[in-house]
Nanobody, 120 residues
Framework: QVQLEESGGGLVQAGGSLRLSCAAS?????????MGWFRQAPGKEREFVAR????????SYADSVKGRFTISRDNAMNRVYLQMNSLKPEDTAVYYC????????????WGQGTQVTVSS
């Protein structure tokens, strides 16, 4: 099992920045293939935001956040971060951290989520 805990959400004005953090514990990180961030806005389905390869650090982003959000990781601390700049009201959502283990094709482990609210 992998336990994930997000932090760093909050209320920010449009154009502002927030940095989300996710701490992973449980199975050793050598079992991680990717760590990622997803979000779910009210009345909408959960959507992919960004992911990072645990080994090598290659990244991928949703088109809606490219150039504004940056995902990074700290392998020694088993943490992944999401730096969010130039925030827009449409970025308002619950943000979830997730892990895709090496033996899976899906993100199987999820955190509880952290609320991000961007006011106009």
């Amino acid at each position: 099992q992998v336990q994930l805990e997000e932090s760093g959400g909050g209320l920010v004005q449009a154009g502002g920045s927030l940095r989300l953090s996710c701490a992973a514990s449980g199975r050793t990180s050598s079992n991680y293939d990717y760590m990622g961030w997803f979000r779910q806005a009210p009345g909408k389905e959960r959507e992919f935001v960004a992911r990072i390869a645990w080994s090598g650090g290659s990244t991928s982003y949703a088109d809606s956040v490219k150039g504004r959000f940056t995902i990074s990781r700290d392998n020694a601390m088993n943490r992944v971060y999401l730096q969010m700049n130039s925030l827009k009201p449409e970025d308002t959502a619950v943000y979830y951290c997730a892990v895709r283990p090496r033996w899976s094709v899906r993100f199987d482990y999820w955190g509880q989520g952290t609320q991000v609210t961007v006011s106009s």
